[in-house]
């Protein structure tokens, strides 16, 4: 849901690996809760969403992407590229579908793994609650040298929604995500292995795009094209 997680160029997770580093201006202890649960979760979830992406070069697209989870393992999925990681040991290997290379990264498991944390933060903020069809949401912005993210996050950490905004004027990259569906059951058993990310586990009835964005979930209105 998140990512896992992997959209806008694998979810514009490279970035330059640091430590969130906690201010008491800066971190509100209640967003930093929600953010904690993202990163701590045990919960068995399968997250079926729709990413709409503009790139830092001004191309758009649209796709879908998926997101797995059962204690500490996590896979995250789009057309792209597929990545698996274990939440508990930091482990994490991403998958290129192109080119069938792949790589084991510290950073991957931080980008999986609830909301990325590869990019110190510079200022987390809780910004309200709402009820929805996935149940009691949270949602918090987060501030870093790049971007301007939100998030929404459910009672038991999954991502239900997420949205990334460039903070420079001069770059153009943006992403908004969308849920579709968030199922308790997983597709199937062996989802967690680096042999199985040469197959994807995502039905084809979440590979279609929905008829319109409700943009129900995002703070903000719809900006990525």
């Known amino acids: 849901m998140r990512l896992l997680r992997l959209a806008a160029a694998c979810l514009a997770l490279a970035g330059t690996a640091a430590n969130a580093q906690k201010s008491e201006k800066q971190i509100d202890a209640r967003a930093l809760a929600v953010f904690e649960r ?33 204690g ?14 274990n939440c508990l040991t ?33 200022a987390l903020e809780w910004v309200g609650q709402a009820d929805s069809r996935f149940g009691p949401l949270e949602t918090i912005r987060l501030i870093d040298a790049v971007n301007t993210r939100y998030y929404v996050v459910d009672t038991k950490g999954v991502l239900i929604a997420s949205e990334y ?29 680096e042999a199985s990310l040469e197959h994807s586990a995502v039905p084809e009835k979440f590979r279609q795009a929905p008829v319109a964005p409700s943009g129900g979930y995002w703070h903000s209105a719809r900006r990525c094209p």
Request: hydrophobic content about 40%.
């Open 90 to 122: 930091g482990d994490g290997t991403i998958y290129d579908v192109a080119s069938g290379d792949r790589w084991s990264e510290e950073w991957v498991a931080k980008a999986a793994c609830g909301i990325n944390s590869n990019i110190e933060l510079r």
């Open 165 to 193: 905004f460039s903070r420079h004027d001069h770059v153009a990259n943006c992403l908004q995500s969308e849920p579709l569906a968030v199922e308790s059951r997983l597709p199937r058993d062996d989802l967690f292995t």
């Open 72 to 85: 500490a393992l996590h896979r995250v999925e789009t057309p792209a590229a597929r990545l698996v990681a």
């Open 38 to 70: 993202t990163k701590t979760t045990t919960a068995t979830y399968a997250l079926y969403s729709w990413n709409w992406v503009q790139d830092p070069e001004g191309n758009i697209r649209s796709e879908w992407a998926a997101e797995f989870h059962d």
